[in-house]
Nanobody
């Protein structure tokens, strides 16, 4: 089992930055690809970014490419999402997730159904 807890969300002005963290516990965290997803009110949950087990491969949604950076520190059982140049449309609850099916893989899934474990989310609000 894997437990995930997000933190670092808050209220920020457009153009600002936040660093989101996801602290993980469980027997095989270091082998799991990790993803960030977000969900705004009335909208479906969408893919934001993901990283493979050793950090050698990262993928991003087009909407955040060049602005957001995903990273991980397996010695701390933590994955990060650095969000820069934030826009009001980035406002959402941000969730981290872990994929058991792709454990140890070079490949990183983008589809939310490929992720098995989810955190409770952290709210990011960007004002204009």
């Amino acid at each position: 089992q894997v437990q995930l807890v997000e933190s670092g969300g808050g209220l920020v002005q457009a153009g600002g930055s936040l660093r989101l963290s996801c602290a993980a516990s469980g027997r095989t965290f270091s082998t799991y690809p990790m993803g960030w997803f977000r969900q705004a009110p009335g909208k479906e949950r969408e893919f934001v970014a993901a990283i493979n087990w050793n950090g050698g491969r990262t993928v991003y949604a087009d909407s955040v490419k060049g602005r957001f950076t995903i990273s991980r520190d397996n010695t701390k059982n933590t994955v990060y999402l650095q969000t820069n140049s934030l826009k009001p449309e980035d406002t959402a609850v941000y969730y981290c997730a872990a994929s058991y099916a792709y454990s140890g893989s070079y490949y990183v899934p983008r589809d939310l159904e490929k992720y098995d474990y989810w955190g409770q989310g952290t709210q990011v609000t960007v004002s204009s």
